[in-house]
């Protein structure tokens, strides 16, 4: 079960001072981005070298992720915390 309440509540309650909450969500989304290009421009190469279900399965992976980030299913935090 996921707890409630803000990243900052929820560190402060794990017994650590936050120190840092940042949103990453959109360098996430570039990133599947950036991979899903790729995977894409190397298609030949990479299904010649790793088969053709590991490389559907790549693709697949990264744009389920993608699907999850832009329908706001999905984010990236970073988090610093300190113990108290």
């Known amino acids: 079960m996921t707890p409630r309440g ?3 509540e929820t560190t402060a309650a794990a017994g650590f001072l936050p120190l840092v909450v ?3 969500t959109s360098e996430l ?3 599947l981005r ?3 290009d790729g995977l894409r421009a190397g298609e030949t190469a990479l299904r010649s070298d790793e088969g053709d279900d590991v490389f559907e399965h790549e ?3 990264k744009a389920q992720l993608l ?3 832009v329908e706001g299913l999905l984010r990236r935090t ?7």
């Open 6 to 8: 803000s990243l900052e």
């Open 22 to 24: 940042e949103d990453w």
């Open 29 to 31: 989304e570039g990133a």
């Open 34 to 36: 950036r991979m899903l």
């Open 59 to 61: 693709v697949s992976k």
């Open 67 to 69: 699907e999850g980030v």
């Open 78 to 84: 970073l988090v610093v915390a300190a113990a108290p």
